[in-house]
């Protein structure tokens, strides 16, 4: 099925504002845009109704200005409400199938896998890219399943949709994420949990350009 946007997950920042020990949240995603960020997933499980409506509004209004997609993690309600890109569900969230009907053509549906019949069937069932991981040992997320840099690489082999890699993705491991010939990398606390957000974020667009063996 046809993406419904152009995708760019070169550097897809996910939100957790607990990592900003204080910072206005507003403020540090812009300093992520501002380094380089090319899409933003709006996840904060703390929040919910009014205070994450918004917020997704106020990132909302950010994103447009940097022209940046915005996506909503889980809630395709509020997705549809703030006019967002998009919508990223997870394997216990509502069926790709389903959300797309929901969405129609026009927004992004991401999908999360941590198996390669789960990035198929994402793939079959509407999804404009998928989420693989976690790769590395992460706590930004409980009871994450591990992927290997070889599954990673043959998911993204095996897919005609773009496969971005999110899970404990550092400046160190970057650059071995980037060597499976997935399309971006999904990161946190790597940028968020920076002390300069704007240089984390513009580090690992530096990185990206270059590329390591898989090991």
């Known amino acids: 099925m046809p993406r419904a946007k152009p995708f760019d997950g070169t550097l897809y920042l996910v ?6 020990s204080g910072r206005d949240f507003v403020s540090g995603v812009r300093e992520a845009l501002e380094g380089g960020v090319t ?3 709006l996840r904060e499980k703390d929040l919910c109704g009014r205070g994450f409506y918004e917020l997704a509004m106020a990132l909302r209004g950010l994103t447009l200005a940097y022209q940046v997609p915005l996506i909503i993690n889980d809630r395709l309600d509020m997705a549809l409400a703030v006019d967002a890109e998009g919508v990223h569900l997870g394997q216990d969230d509502l069926p790709a199938k389903v959300a797309r009907e929901i969405l129609g053509m026009n927004k992004l549906l991401g999908i999360s896998a941590a198996t390669l019949g789960e990035a198929l069937q994402a793939e079959e069932q509407g999804a404009d890219y998928v989420g693989v991981g976690a790769m590395f040992p992460t706590t930004t997320k409980d009871n994450v399943r591990r992927v290997s840099l070889p599954q990673l690489q043959a998911i993204k082999q095996a897919l005609a949709i773009p496969v971005v890699a999110i899970g404990g ?6 650059r071995q994420v980037r060597a499976t010939g997935v399309d971006g990398l999904c990161v946190v606390r790597a940028i968020l949990g920076a002390k300069d957000i704007r240089a984390a974020a513009a580090e690992f667009r530096q990185l990206w350009a270059m590329k390591e063996e898989v090991k």
């Not at 993705?169 to 970057?174: D, F």
């Open 15 to 20: 939100t957790d504002a607990g990592l900003l």
């Open 39 to 41: 899409m933003v997933q």
């Open 169 to 174: 993705i550092s400046a160190e491991n970057a």
